[in-house]
């Protein structure tokens, strides 16, 4: 791997595939107004965990910053855009969370949710995939680009803890077999 944003976009691989199994859920909900909490829950943690904390924490203490320093603006820019976004995110997930709260699902409260967060992830992820990072590719040098990788890792450690990257991936995983027949 060459470019911070090449471990980025692997990661929106797994994000989207999450969006994919959140999408499965809410049709449950959709159709019966009911759906496995557990299931729910485990969806939560891997968006919080993995997408936000990790990801997008990732994005804000590092990338853009690195982005900022080389000449890409933050307000009123495409970098002030992404953190809005992840902003209405972290909205959405505390959201659905509220929806499953009581130990009860409040099917409508968390579908609503849910479809709003994976409309909001699927364009922003269009957005950087396609603008925001080829734009990164280009003016970041290999050198700062070696860099943000090897901070991306300790962040990774530090932040996220060992395992736990492993953890979610294998949550995603038996997610995935369950909702959307994937071995």
Same mark, same amino acid.
Request: aromatic residues 8%; contains cysteine; proline residues 7%.
């Given at each position: 791997m060459n470019y911070a944003s090449e471990d980025l976009i692997n990661e929106h691989r797994d994000i989207l595939f999450g969006l994919r199994i959140l999408q499965e859920i809410v049709k449950t909900a959709e159709q019966s107004g009911d759906a496995d909490i557990k299931d729910i829950?485990? $969806? &939560?943690?891997? /968006? !919080? %965990? @993995?997408? #936000?904390?990790? *990801? *997008?924490?990732?994005?804000?203490?590092? $990338? @853009? =910053?690195? %982005?900022?320093?080389?000449? &890409?603006?933050?307000? !009123?820019? =495409?970098i002030g855009q992404m953190l809005k976004e992840h902003i209405q995110g972290r909205q959405y997930i505390a959201e659905m969370a509220a929806s499953v709260g009581s130990g009860a699902l409040q099917a409508d409260r968390f579908t609503q949710a849910a479809a709003d967060y994976i409309d909001l992830l699927r364009e922003h992820i269009q957005k950087e995939n396609t603008v925001l990072f080829p734009m990164?590719? !280009?003016? /970041? =040098?290999? #050198? !700062? +680009?070696? +860099? /943000?990788?090897?901070?991306?890792e300790i962040f990774e450690e530090e932040v996220i803890g060992k395992g736990i990257h492993e953890r979610l991936h294998e949550t995603l995983h038996k997610l995935g077999e369950k909702y959307l027949n994937t071995k």
């Open positions: 829950n485990d $969806m &939560i943690d891997f /968006l !919080r %965990l @993995f997408a #936000d904390k990790c *990801h *997008h924490g990732k994005e804000e203490g590092l $990338m @853009f =910053p690195a %982005l900022e320093e080389a000449g &890409i603006p933050n307000e !009123r820019g =495409p990164a590719d !280009r003016i /970041l =040098p290999d #050198d !700062r +680009q070696q +860099q /943000l990788l090897e901070q991306f």
